[in-house]
C-alpha cells in the first residue's frame, strides 16, 4: 500500500466532516485525480484471471474531491455552468479529437486515438486507445473501456461511485455496442463483442445463448459473441409477462469483425475533419 493510499483511505475515515477549508486533504486528493487524468491510476482494471480488480482508494479519492470542492461559476461564450469539479484539457498533447459539444471531466482518462462525439465522459472513467465515443453516448463515473470500442450513438454506459466495492461496467477490447444500448451497475461485454441496437444489460439480465437455451451468465455477455436485446417469458401470481434478456445469436472465432458494424476507416483518422 502506498503512502498515498494510506492518506486518503484516512482522509475518507472522515469525509463527513471534510471542507473546501481541509488544504492538506485537497492536496493528497488533486494528486490522485492528476494521476486519474493522465492514466497513472485507474480506478478499476482487469486482473491476471479476466477479474474485475477495483482499487477502492481511487474511488474514496474521487468521493472526497465532492467534499473538498465548492461550486464555481465558468463561461463558455453564452453558456454559464456552476459545478465543483474542473474539464479535462490539453487534448492535442493527449492525441484524442474532441467534436464541439463534447466534454470530458478531469480525472477521466482518455488514451490516444480517442475521439469523443458530442458526448460525455465522467470522472474515474478510462477509456482505452483508439475507441469511438460517438454522439450523445454517455461513459460514466468510473467506467472502464477498452481499445478500439465503438460506443455508438446515445449509448448510455453507466457508472459507479457507490456504494462502496461497487464493481464498474467495463466494455473490453473491440467491443462494439450498438446505438441505444443501456449498460450499468457491473455489467460486462468481452472482447470483440457485438452488442445490438437497444440492449440493456445490468447484473440481473440473463445472457441466453440461442444455440443451446441455456442462461450463460446474468449481466456479462462472453467475448465474440453477437448479442440482441431478446424477452423472456416469465410467471407471475398475476399472470404471464415477458422480461427482457440478451440473446445471443451468433458465437464469432476470436479476432473476427462483423461486417455490420466497421466503422469508416475514415471517420477513425484522426487528422481529418468528419
Ligand atoms: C446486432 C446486429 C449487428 C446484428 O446484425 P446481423 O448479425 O447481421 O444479424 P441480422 O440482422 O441477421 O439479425 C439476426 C436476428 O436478430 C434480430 N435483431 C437484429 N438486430 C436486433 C436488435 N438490435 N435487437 C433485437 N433483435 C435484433 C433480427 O431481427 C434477426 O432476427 P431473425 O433471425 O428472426 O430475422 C445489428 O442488427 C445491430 O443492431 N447493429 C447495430 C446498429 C447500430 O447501432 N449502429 C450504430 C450507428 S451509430
Redesign the pocket.
Known amino acids: 500500500m502506498s503512502e498515498l493510499e494510506t492518506r486518503i483511505g484516512r482522509w475518507f475515515d472522515h469525509i463527513a466532516e471534510m471542507t473546501p477549508a481541509n488544504l492538506e486533504a485537497r492536496r493528497d486528493v488533486e494528486l490522485v485525480i492528476t494521476k486519474l487524468d493522465d492514466g497513472q491510476l485507474r480506478v478499476a482494471e482487469i486482473g491476471d484471471q479476466g477479474e474485475v480488480v477495483v482499487h477502492e482508494w481511487v474511488r474514496q479519492a474521487i468521493l472526497l474531491l465532492f467534499r473538498l470542492h465548492g461550486l464555481e461559476r465558468s463561461e463558455a461564450g453564452p453558456f454559464e455552468y456552476l459545478d465543483k469539479l474542473q474539464l479535462k484539457r490539453d487534448y492535442e498533447r493527449r492525441g484524442v479529437r474532441v467534436v464541439p459539444g463534447a466534454s470530458a471531466r478531469r480525472g477521466s482518462f482518455l488514451s490516444p486515438g480517442v475521439i469523443l462525439m458530442p458526448s460525455y465522459v465522467n470522472i474515474g472513467a478510462w477509456v482505452g486507445p483508439d475507441s469511438m465515443v460517438?454522439?450523445w453516448a454517455t461513459v460514466g463515473s468510473c467506467a472502464q473501456i477498452g481499445a478500439n470500442v465503438?460506443l455508438?450513438?446515445?449509448v448510455g454506459i453507466g457508472g459507479v461511485l457507490e456504494p462502496a466495492n461497487a464493481v464498474p461496467v467495463v466494455i473490453e477490447d473491440d467491443a462494439?455496442?450498438?446505438?441505444?444500448?443501456m449498460i450499468v451497475e457491473g455489467a460486462r461485454v468481452g472482447r470483440g463483442s457485438?452488442?445490438?441496437?437497444?440492449?440493456i444489460l445490468n447484473p440481473s439480465i440473463p445472457v441466453i445463448d440461442a444455440a443451446t437455451g441455456e442462461e450463460v451468465s446474468r449481466g456479462y455477455v462472453p467475448d465474440y459473441c453477437?448479442?440482441?436485446?431478446?424477452s423472456r417469458r416469465r410467471e407471475f401470481a398475476g399472470g404471464e409477462f415477458f422480461l427482457p434478456c440478451v440473446?445471443i445469436?451468433?458465437r464469432m472465432s476470436e479476432g473476427e469483425r462483423?461486417?455490420?458494424?466497421a466503422l469508416n476507416a475514415l471517420l477513425r483518422e484522426h487528422g481529418v475533419a468528419t
Open positions: 460517438d454522439t465503438h455508438a450513438g446515445g462494439f455496442i450498438g446505438s441505444r444500448c457485438i452488442l445490438g441496437a437497444g440492449t453477437v448479442a440482441v436485446s431478446a440473446l445469436i451468433r462483423h461486417d455490420k458494424v
